[in-house]
């Protein structure tokens, strides 16, 4: 049985060795920035879920972009990515609830949240996963003040749920880690540059 | 609509009693985006769908989706802080 859970990380970790290249750039030009957007950004985009900072203790968070390198495109797919107006009411109840947490306390406390997740995750009758990966959110606004979050997730160990055989006989199998010997999405903008 | 500032107004339609055309009403969002601060993110979608960095130089067939994924962040970017004001 899935344990459901966020864990909290220090968000210290992300500068030590204790996440990505992706998830550290992030932060670095969070901090570098004031949490004001820039166009570092720009880069980084298709990486991330870009949330709208209004968001209330009683609403669910709204996405207004969902990068197509997101690992949320990657489990989801593009199509579900390209809507985000209501991508997120297609997530089951139970996977809501345990994510939003981290994006009202980022809203709150106006400061990076870091955390382990591990969850599952059912998405039309299509996708059962049990996930297990690194979110960073970042308070960012732009320069009149107005909020918005930006995510960045890393997988760190999801698996189809191993229920039911898949219809086509096939045995469900791990995802491919992105950072395992394959050139990251921002390293290849930046060689291509 | 009269007192409220320019930047509140981008959802022009007219000019007088001329209807905008879609290139001014791209360009009427985008100058609302540069004004909110969310211009990066017309930058963003731009390069996503079509490869290229200025949004301003969108074909008219081109413009419709572009539209549609900017104004709802214009939209926030420009209503949340107005609140902070």
Redesign the interface.
């Known amino acids: 049985m899935t344990k459901n859970f966020v864990q909290e990380l220090n968000i210290t970790d992300v500068l030590s060795g204790g996440a990505d290249e992706e998830a550290r750039r992030l932060l670095e030009v969070w901090y570098a920035n004031n949490g004001i957007l820039c166009d570092e950004l720009i880069s980084l985009a298709p990486l991330l879920l870009i949330f709208d900072g209004s968001m209330t203790t009683a609403s669910k968070p709204e996405m207004l972009l969902c990068g197509e390198q997101s690992l949320a495109a990657q489990l989801l797919g593009n199509e579900w990515a390209e809507q985000p107006e209501s991508a997120v009411s297609t997530l089951n109840k139970q996977y809501i609830n345990l994510i939003e947490q981290g994006y009202k306390r980022t809203l709150q406390t106006n400061r990076p949240t870091f955390e382990l997740v591990s969850t599952s995750l059912q998405h039309s009758q299509t996708t059962d996963l049990k996930l297990r990966y690194q979110r960073l959110i970042l308070p960012f606004q732009t320069s009149l003040g107005a909020p918005f979050l930006l995510s960045y997730s890393h997988d760190v160990g999801t698996h189809p749920r191993l229920t039911d055989p898949k219809p086509n006989g096939k045995s469900p199998q791990s995802l491919p880690r992105r950072n395992m010997g394959q050139t990251s999405p921002s390293r290849l903008a930046r060689s291509s540059n | 609509m009269d007192n409220c500032p320019h930047y509140l107004k981008y959802k022009h339609l007219y000019v007088g009693e001329r209807a905008l055309n879609r290139h001014e009403q791209l360009h009427d969002l985008l100058d609302a985006a540069e004004i909110?601060?969310?211009y990066?993110?017309a930058?963003?979608?731009c390069?996503?769908f079509y490869g290229h960095?200025n949004p301003r130089e969108l074909k008219v067939h081109q413009i419709d989706r572009f539209y549609n994924?900017l104004d709802?962040?214009v939209s926030?970017?420009?209503?949340?802080?107005a609140?902070?004001?």
């Open positions: 909110s601060g969310c990066i993110f930058v963003i979608i390069i996503r960095s994924w709802p962040i926030a970017a420009l209503h949340n802080a609140r902070k004001q």
